[in-house]
């Protein structure tokens, strides 16, 4: 993916500051957590279908099924361009870019926003998987 991480952490970072939006895929309008990567995944070529039949809390093998899907591999190190899998009431159900190996952006709704953010142990605590696409 060393070609393109740029593309999608430039995308991505253009996002900051859309408001939080379920199922939301506007930049500048509203994006969720997934809406942000798709735009970021576009951005370096990737051809990704997306879906609108998820609730609110999306079940957590369908996003891992999603991935994988579309390429992704599953790693054990963090780089940046890797999309970051978290795990909540249980289960994985929010995504994020990761903008360095201790950095990431996402569409997070406490935040209300698309925000970049260190990985901290609140986030390290959650987290669940590291995917990358070998483009």
């Known amino acids: 993916m060393t070609n393109n991480i740029p593309l999608m952490i430039a995308a991505a970072r253009?996002?900051?500051n859309?408001?939080?939006h379920h199922q939301g895929r506007r930049v500048g309008v509203?994006?969720?957590?997934i809406g942000l990567v798709i735009v970021a995944l576009k951005a370096a070529g990737v051809p990704?279908?997306?879906?609108?039949d998820y609730g609110r809390r999306p079940d957590g093998k369908s996003l891992i099924a999603a991935l994988q899907d579309h390429g992704a591999v599953r790693v054990d190190d963090i780089q940046a361009g890797d999309i970051l899998l978290f795990r909540?009431?249980?289960q994985p159900q929010h995504v994020a870019l990761a903008t360095s190996d201790s950095t990431m952006i996402h569409s997070f709704a406490p935040a209300n926003?698309?925000?970049e953010?260190?990985?901290g142990d609140y986030w390290h605590r959650r987290?669940?998987?590291?995917?990358?696409?070998?483009?």
Not at 30 to 33: A, I, T
Not at 48 to 52: A, G, I, N, P, Q
């Open 18 to 20: 859309t408001p939080f």
């Open 88 to 90: 909540y009431d249980g």
């Open 127 to 135: 987290l669940c998987g590291v995917y990358r696409f070998p483009i």
């Open 30 to 33: 509203g994006l969720d957590c």
């Open 117 to 119: 953010t260190s990985m």
């Open 14 to 16: 253009g996002c900051k």
């Open 48 to 52: 990704v279908r997306d879906r609108s």
């Open 113 to 115: 926003r698309v925000v």
